[in-house]
């Protein structure tokens, strides 16, 4: 079989339906691709724990459908988990943080190229738990236009911490990415990823996660906002993720109601058998 004849011409068929783009390390993606991110923060306990939850999900993975799996684990597990996805074409490494300064002398920090060499794929920033934390806006700005400029897909995490009948988190989520991303040249927007996280919906139980006509809302806002920054074609490119209380039992109505291209999910994905059969879940 002629490889490269064969992958040009389902390339152009995929262009020719708007389905096809490429990111780094010649990896195939198209946008109907739904992205699963877990999220590990900061568990578990052992690297023998981190081991043996993602040999047993990457075991399980052939049975996955139209899905990539990118799996969030401490600084400390990055090596364990990408020992075990190297071959893989479903699950891919991701950081939870990156930091962007310059120079080497910055104690406690992991630089980019150090994610680089550990083989991670996609940087999360600005997850709510860093900015209540560390990161302000500035930081926030500097790690989504160092990761995504040194070539990750980078996950700019954004949300409200409450609602109120004035409809504030509009302006909240407007100001969190447009900060971010206003001075993003328009040659990265393929790289960048939003990922919708209410706080008021985050650790809390399933019944809890947001509504999906609530997403669907705020989805058609991000991408509204994100049209007028970079035009309707660029818009296209950008994935629009949502987190917060997301389990095998709720996933469903929040991704197809919800008119998300995927999530990011927390405690659920250390549960391995609901985290697997939400996985297989998703068509
Ligand atoms: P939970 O799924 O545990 O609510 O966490 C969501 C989250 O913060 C993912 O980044």
């Not at 799996?71 to 364990?80: K, Q, R, W």
């Not at 310059?102 to 600005?126: C, F, N, R």
């Not at 991303?181 to 996280?197: D, H, S």
């Not at 006509?213 to 994935?239: H, P």
Request: net charge positive; proline share 2%.
């Amino acid at each position: 079989m002629n490889f490269s004849k064969n992958f040009l011409e389902i390339k152009a068929a995929l262009e020719k339906a708007g389905l096809f783009f490429i990111v780094h390390d010649d990896i195939i993606a198209c946008m109907s691709t739904k992205l699963i991110i877990a999220n590990w923060k900061m568990n578990p306990k052992s690297a023998k724990t981190a081991r043996e939850i993602v040999a047993s999900i990457n075991k399980q993975s052939k049975n996955f459908g139209d899905v990539r799996l990118i799996v969030c684990p401490p600084f400390i597990f990055l090596d364990e988990v990408s020992n075990i996805i190297s071959l893989s074409k479903k699950i891919f490494l991701g950081a939870q943080d990156v930091f962007v300064g310059q120079g080497v002398s910055h104690t406690g920090e992991i630089g980019i190229d150090q994610l680089k060499s550990a083989g991670v794929k996609y940087i999360l920033v600005g997850h709510s738990e860093r900015r209540a934390l560390f990161d302000n806006d500035e930081i926030v700005k500097a790690k989504m236009l160092g990761s995504i400029k040194s070539g990750f897909k980078t996950i700019l995490c954004v949300g409200e911490k409450e609602r109120n009948e004035h409809g504030d988190h509009y302006h909240e989520v407007k100001r969190q990415i447009e900060d971010a991303i206003m001075k993003l040249p328009k040659k990265f927007v393929g790289n960048l990823i939003i990922a919708y996280e209410p706080i008021w919906a985050i650790g809390r139980p399933e019944n809890e996660a947001i509504k999906p006509d609530q997403l669907r809302e705020i989805t058609i806002f991000i991408k509204r906002l994100l049209s007028d920054i970079f035009g309707a074609k660029e818009m296209e490119k950008v994935k629009i993720l949502y987190g917060g209380s997301v389990t095998k039992n709720n996933f469903k109505e929040i991704i197809e109601k919800g008119n998300v291209d995927g999530i990011l999910v927390g405690r659920e994905s250390l549960k391995v058998k609901n985290f697997v059969e939400l996985i297989e879940g998703i068509e």
